[in-house]
Structure formats: C-alpha cells, structure tokens
C-alpha cells in the first residue's frame, strides 16, 4: 500500500461498506436472531479486527428535572475474528444469536434497533442500523390480555430509568401504565403500572404498582402523603389467559 493509501485509509476515506440482512424482522424475547452481514471492500485493503452487532434500545433519563432519552445498549455480539478485505472485494458473513429475554417489547413508544459495525484500527468504523419489531412471548401476551380483560386500558409504554432496588441487569425498565376504563376497578385505582421480568422456564416475574384513588379524608391525606401506591410482586407461571387474570386480579384485589 503507498503511503498515499495509507493515508486515506487513516481517515476513513473509500473505506470498507457494512451492510447487515436479517431473515426477518419481527421476534420474541428468546427467538434466535439469524442472518448475513455484506462487508465490501473500498478503493483500498483494509484489516477488520472483528464485526459486531449490537442490540439497542432508548429509554428515558431524568435529569436537572428534565427528562430525555438515553440510547442504551440491550446486548452486544462479536460475529466474526480478524480478517483482510481487499479492494473491492466482498464477503458474507453469517450470523445466528439469541434475543434476550429481557429485550423490551415493541409496544408504545419503545423501539429496538441492530447495528452493525466493523472495529477497523485507524479508520472510521462504518456501521449499518436494522430496527426489529419485538413482540411479546406467549406469557407476557397472557399478562397483557388479562390486564386489559379486567377493564384496564394501556395508556402509555415505555422504557424508563430504573432505581438500584428495581433493576435488573439493564438499567431500565419497559413500563405499561393502565388506567381503570370498565370493571370492578374502575373508581377504585387511578392507574395500574406493570412491569415484566422474564426469568427462564416460562416463569414471568410482575411487578404492579397499584394507585388506589383517593376516597374520603383518610384517602385524601394517603395521596398528600404519596402513601396511596401499593408495589406488588407476583411470579406467573401459566400462559392460560384466564388463569393469568384471576391470579392477578385477586392480588390487585388484596391491595386495591
């Protein structure tokens, strides 16, 4: 290579190309994710340390009392070891990984992105964004429906920074704020928000803030006092819609 090329290569110009297709592009939390990366050569040869894709996601921040969003890696995958691609030349890579369990789901204002990038030393690393549709497993759709069967209405879903005590591995959760519309509840709730952790084995851990709304003095001051939300935890193990919702409403009962 002239020292000329060398130069170019240094800042990135007639670099190598990136471009990452997926088989599909709707899955569920666990669906295996396959597909090819074509990497093409520029006007020069270049070394690749490695490809990797990343799973993205953005969740709102808090801060100096103002909220924005922060873009937030889910997971990242090395898809490839070192290799050389000459001028021009092509290569096709595949590629196979697993959506994480905890992979929130496309629902609100929530939205989930791959990107691909190639690690080249002295040179811009070009990059290729994939945006997937996540949709929920079986037993988070149980959740969901039975949720709404007992007349709650989704009002917002989002992801959003979480406190130490309530994360898990991410620092985030997906959040789906309800509000009471028919049913036993309405009246009686304010909202219900909902958080899903999926821990394996079909097993669901729920975590349910239950806002009660405010009746009478005693209820008045609860609310003054922000003593009026109950957190509540429960493991759901059944996909049955109708096993789901009885489970549920008797603890949201317990505490409403």
């Known amino acids: ?46 070394s690749v340390d490695s490809i990797y894709l990343i799973l993205n996601t953005a969740y709102l921040k808090e801060s100096d009392d103002k909220k924005h969003y922060v873009n937030a890696a889910i997971d990242r995958f090395k898809i490839s070891e070192p290799f050389h691609i000459g001028a021009g030349e092509r290569k096709q890579i595949s590629f196979s990984f697993r959506l994480p369990l905890d992979t929130p789901v496309s629902i609100g204002r929530t939205r989930i992105w791959v990107s691909t990038g190639l690690d080249i030393k002295n040179a811009m690393d070009p990059t290729d964004t994939d945006y997937i549709r996540v949709v929920p497993t079986s037993g988070m759709a ?56 999926p821990v394996g084995n079909g097993e669901i851990e729920v975590l349910m803030q239950v806002d009660r709304r405010a009746r009478g003095i005693g209820g008045l001051l609860s609310e003054a006092l922000a003593t009026d939300e109950s957190n509540v935890r429960v493991v759901v193990t059944s996909t049955d819609a109708a096993t789901v919702r009885q489970q549920l409403q008797t603890v949201i009962e317990r505490y409403s």
């Open 142 to 197: 149980s959740i969901l429906s039975a949720v709404e069967e007992m007349g709650f209405r989704l009002r917002e879903a989002d992801c959003e920074h979480a406190p130490y005590r309530m994360r898990r591995r991410l620092p985030f959760v997906q959040e789906f704020e309800y509000i009471p519309v028919s049913g036993s509840f309405k009246g009686r709730l304010d909202e219900l928000e909902v958080v899903m952790f």
């Open 1 to 46: 290579m002239s020292f000329f090329n060398k130069v170019l290569a240094s800042v990135g110009i007639g670099s190598t190309k990136v471009d990452t297709k997926l088989e599909r592009d709707t899955f569920a939390p666990g669906d295996p994710v396959k597909g090819i990366v074509e990497v093409t050569g520029g006007s020069i040869a270049q």
